[in-house]
C-alpha cells in the first residue's frame, strides 16, 4: 500500500514538475521528461504488481495516463527533431 501511495505521489510531482517547469529549449528536455515518465511506469507497475489489488481501479487509471503521457512526450521529441 505505501508502495502504490508513494508511486502515485511520485507520478503527480513529476505532473507538477512538468508544469511548472521553465520553457522546452530542446527537444534533449523533453527526452529527459519522457525518462522519467517511463521510470515512473515501471514503479507504478511494481506497486501494482507488489500490492495485488488495484486500489479501486485508480492504480490501473494512474497508470494508463501514465502511459498516455509518455506517447505524448514520445510524439512531441519526434516532432522537435523533425523541426530541427
Request: one cysteine or more; aromatic letters at 4%.
Amino acid at each position: 500500500m505505501k508502495a502504490a501511495v508513494f508511486a502515485i505521489a511520485s507520478a503527480l510531482s513529476l505532473a507538477a514538475g512538468i508544469a511548472c517547469a521553465e520553457p522546452v529549449r530542446d527537444w534533449h528536455d523533453l527526452d529527459k521528461v519522457h525518462t522519467h515518465v517511463v521510470e515512473s511506469i515501471h514503479e507504478m507497475e511494481k506497486a501494482r504488481a507488489a500490492n495485488h489489488y488495484d486500489m479501486a481501479g485508480h492504480g490501473a487509471k494512474a497508470e494508463e495516463l501514465l502511459r498516455q503521457v509518455e506517447r505524448e512526450l514520445h510524439e512531441a521529441i519526434e516532432a522537435a527533431k523533425a523541426a530541427k
